[in-house]
């Protein structure tokens, strides 16, 4: 990207999204349910 400001906020919404979406707790929890969904 040629604009630092831009590419800046680009890199900040990213790793915002990866901490929101990414967290092993959000995975353990995406485990579980479909553990869960595969024995009922």
Do not use: F, P, W
């Amino acid at each position: 990207m040629k604009h630092e400001g831009e590419r800046k906020e680009v890199a900040r919404n990213a790793q915002r999204r990866t901490l929101r979406h990414h967290l092993y707790e959000h995975r353990v929890v995406e485990i579980m349910n479909a553990v869960h969904d595969l024995s009922c």
